[in-house]
């Protein structure tokens, strides 16, 4: 299946692209961990209650393992780590992790490699194949 494409005009006044079409793509849905038990109950011999008990589990490992610092690699999809928005001071000394770590965040890096040349763009496994479809204004 192709991705829907939506343009949509840059508002911004300040932004040097004001005025400007942007593509945004068009979500068709949401996927759960339910569709993912079902449609990979029906590829292979585990049964439902089999994936979601591994699905489950893996959710809670990958979170112990980002709360401990570690960096998360899901061989051919991506990197997942934890990463922190803070305010900054001047004087590190007058860090203070309550009033100065805004927010703590989940940064995923999807895996892929470089085309051809020396520093050809960088391709992602997860979007290899994708065909651009309907493009609406």
Same mark, same amino acid.
Do not use: W
């Given at each position: 299946?192709?991705?829907?494409?939506?343009l949509q005009k840059?508002?911004?006044?300040?932004? /040097?692209?004001?005025?400007?079409?942007?593509?945004?793509?068009?979500?068709?849905?949401?996927?759960?961990?339910?569709?993912?038990?079902?449609?990979?109950?029906?590829?292979?011999?585990?049964?439902?209650?089999?994936?979601?008990?591994?699905?489950?589990?893996?959710?809670?490992?990958?979170?112990?393992?980002?709360?401990?610092?570690?960096?998360?690699?899901?061989?051919?999809?991506?990197?997942?780590?934890?990463?922190?928005?803070? /305010?900054?001071?001047?004087?590190?000394?007058?860090?203070?992790?309550?009033?100065?770590?805004?927010?703590? /965040?989940?940064?995923?890096?999807?895996?892929?490699?470089?085309?051809?040349?020396?520093?050809?763009?960088?391709?992602?496994?997860?979007?290899?194949?994708?065909?651009?479809?309907?493009?609406?204004?």
């Open positions: 299946m192709a991705l829907s494409i939506r840059n508002e911004i006044k300040s932004s /040097v692209n004001y005025g400007k079409y942007f593509g945004h793509v068009i979500s068709t849905g949401e996927v759960t961990l339910d569709d993912f038990a079902n449609e990979i109950q029906s590829n292979c011999s585990a049964k439902k209650s089999d994936v979601q008990l591994v699905l489950t589990e893996l959710q809670a490992t990958i979170k112990r393992h980002l709360q401990d610092g570690q960096i998360v690699v899901l061989p051919e999809i991506g990197r997942l780590k934890l990463s922190v928005e803070t /305010v900054g001071v001047a004087d590190p000394k007058k860090f203070n992790k309550k009033k100065h770590i805004k927010r703590t /965040v989940c940064k995923f890096i999807a895996t892929g490699k470089r085309g051809g040349k020396r520093n050809g763009r960088l391709k992602y496994d997860l979007c290899e194949g994708v065909e651009i479809g309907r493009v609406t204004h």
